[in-house]
């Protein structure tokens, strides 16, 4: 541990580091009384992982040498008041192409210790862990709606790098056929490249070491289809056309359970009547599926969405610090 880690918990005696030996059930309810407003299906299974976790002896001997080498929440910081957990950071490692980056996730403050700093507290020594561990970056994410935490974050030298939109339809074999005047059908394979470059701007590669592009699953050809055969790796693409022009494509991964993923690929300028069938269209086909999920950058395809029966269910900042960008430590 750093001088200035050593410094700043000797100042603070309230915070300390995680010990997942002991603390992850507490951690897990301070999660849970925290977002418990906001908290969807995937946060609410979180939530049960990390309690079956602290339980499970083997997995916490484990856990214990492979803080720093997987992406999993497994080290971070706590703030204690008269022996009660009120605060959490956690830290989540990332390789990607050689470089060390770091995501900031959870920082969570019982509401009746809230406006007291203790989260800047546990964002800045969040910050310090990553720069001495020689991290190229550290990311966070923030819902939209809470305007005081994107202010903290960027007092703290946090930048904006995208908004991302999520959004989620439960699927419906009776729903009507919608606009016919569109072709509907399985993508053909010149059709790719088109989808391809579609995807890259709605998917941008700074994002890429939290959530890489399946591509292999995407490409039409020999190889990818065995990969999917032996893989078992069902995918599905459908695209929509007008007079033999391609107006936007959705590819379909299956995910053993869980929400069925989209992938939607259009361009700058959609066609948002065509958008809408082939939507309807893919909740028709995956009917018996249990739910629907995509990410869109914030503000594309809205009307489209709405339409085709999808509900946002959160906006979410995704914001960089780099070492260089000026964040003040506590002194």
């Known amino acids: 541990m750093s001088a200035i880690t050593q410094s700043f918990l000797s100042e603070t005696p309230q915070l300390r580091p995680l010990n997942i030996m002991r603390d992850l059930p507490r951690v897990a309810d301070l999660v849970e009384t925290c977002f418990s407003d906001t908290m969807d ?6 939530v049960q992982q990390m ?10 001997h484990w856990a214990t040498n492979a803080v720093e080498s997987t992406s999993m929440p497994l080290s971070g910081y706590v703030w204690e008041e008269s022996g009660s957990l009120v605060g959490n950071v956690s830290l989540i490692p990332f390789r990607y192409q050689g470089r060390k980056i770091y995501l900031i996730a959870n920082v969570a403050v019982h509401p009746d210790q809230r406006r007291r700093g203790i989260a800047r507290h546990l964002t800045e020594i969040a910050l310090e862990h990553t720069w001495k561990r020689k991290a190229e970056a550290t ?8 305007p005081g935490a994107i202010q903290l974050y960027k007092d703290l030298g946090f930048q904006e790098r995208a908004r991302r939109t999520q959004w989620q339809a439960t ?3 009776n729903l009507s056929n919608g606009n016919l005047e569109f072709d509907i059908r399985n993508r053909l394979a010149d059709q790719w490249p088109q989808q391809k470059e579609w995807l890259q701007r709605l998917y941008p590669d700074e994002l890429s070491w939290y959530q890489s592009m399946p ?16 893989m078992e790796a069902e995918t599905r693409t459908w695209t929509v056309s007008n007079s033999s022009r391609l107006l936007a494509a959705i590819s379909w991964l299956a995910s053993f359970g869980r929400s069925e993923h989209l992938w939607i690929a259009l361009p700058e300028n959609e066609e948002e009547r065509a958008l809408t069938a082939l939507l309807m269209h893919v909740r028709r086909a995956l009917a018996g599926r249990e739910s629907l999920s995509l990410e869109l950058p914030g503000g594309v395809a809205v009307d489209a969405m709405q339409a085709a029966g999808f509900k946002a269910r959160r906006t979410l900042i995704w914001m960089r610090a780099d070492k260089t960008s000026g964040t003040v430590m506590r002194k």
């Open 139 to 146: 990311w966070l994410h923030v819902r939209d709606d809470n």
């Open 41 to 46: 299906a995937e946060g609410q299974r979180f």
């Open 171 to 173: 699927p419906d074999r």
């Open 51 to 60: 309690r079956r976790a602290g339980q499970d002896n083997r997995f916490l």
């Open 215 to 230: 591509w292999i699953r995407f490409r039409p050809g020999l190889l990818p289809a065995l990969y999917r055969l032996f």
